[in-house]
């Protein structure tokens, strides 16, 4: 009962923080890197508990396990692969290393779509053991806190609690694959933007004066010639667009960095 208990409360806070790493905008840069770093933890305590029923699968996996336990393995290795896939490319785009990559946008698009296909490996395993997440959710959740005895009788899992939960996941996952690639597609149209105004605001070039132009020697000017300057007047001042109040000023702050000018600062957050 207890070991069950442990199972399920560390799961719970495994599929929370992952679910809440896949928010960078929310959580920024720093905590979603911090985040990672204690899901992997998280990931190996589980995989140390469960290191008994991984090594007595593997090692009969071809014959002497039924077909459920099989189809079980292959998800939680789907997952373990998923995870390591996002370590890997996590660390090559993170602010820590700050390793000088040809092309870090390609780079953070790879961890994206990683942790896109993860995120539907985790889903399938929960799904998978929809019986067990209903009966645990039941005894650790419900029961503590609708007080029911503890002998008091429980309904047997049936349909409606896999569909409940299968309803829950499939919400949550649709939401979080759609707020990720809007986000992906968002800064990708600030970059064009950027492009844009770049190209529509080209330097002025300098035009030579009339001192410096060849010619013969001009007649020396009298009072009566000399113009008389006029009063300044208010002149307006160029407009200016921020496309991204964040200001970041290193590669891998933020998916939407881009430097053109080399001046190691975000073009998004320069004044254009």
Known sequence: MEKQK?????????????????FPDLTGLDVHQWLGVAVIGVILFHLA???????TVTQ????????????HYLADLGVMLGFVAILLTGLLISTWLDLPLYDL????????????????????????????????????????????????????????????????LGAATVLTVHGLFH??????????????????????????SAST????????????????????????????????PNGCSYPGRCRRYVDRNGNNLCDNGECL
């Open 6 to 22: 442990t199972n399920w409360w560390i799961d719970l806070a495994l599929l929370l923080a992952f679910w809440v790493s896949f």
């Open 49 to 55: 508990l469960h290191w008994k029923w991984i090594e």
């Open 60 to 71: 009969r996996f071809i014959s002497g396990i039924p077909a459920q336990t099989r189809i």
């Open 105 to 168: 946008a390609a780079w953070t698009h790879v961890h994206l779509l990683v942790s896109v296909f993860t995120l539907l490996a985790v889903v399938l395993k929960l799904i998978l053991h929809w019986r067990w997440i209903s009966s645990s959710t039941r005894r650790f959740v419900f029961d503590p806190v609708f007080a029911r005895s503890v002998g008091a009788r429980h309904s047997p899992v049936d349909r409606r609690d896999f569909l409940k939960l299968s309803g829950i």
């Open 183 to 208: 986000t992906s597609a968002e800064a990708q149209a600030l970059s064009t933007t950027a492009d844009s105004a770049d190209a529509a605001d080209p330097q002025p070039q300098a035009t030579p």
């Open 213 to 244: 132009q060849p010619g013969p020697a001009a007649a020396e000017p009298t009072a009566a010639d000399t113009p008389v300057p006029a009063a300044p007047t208010a002149t307006a001042a160029p407009a200016c667009v921020v496309l991204c």
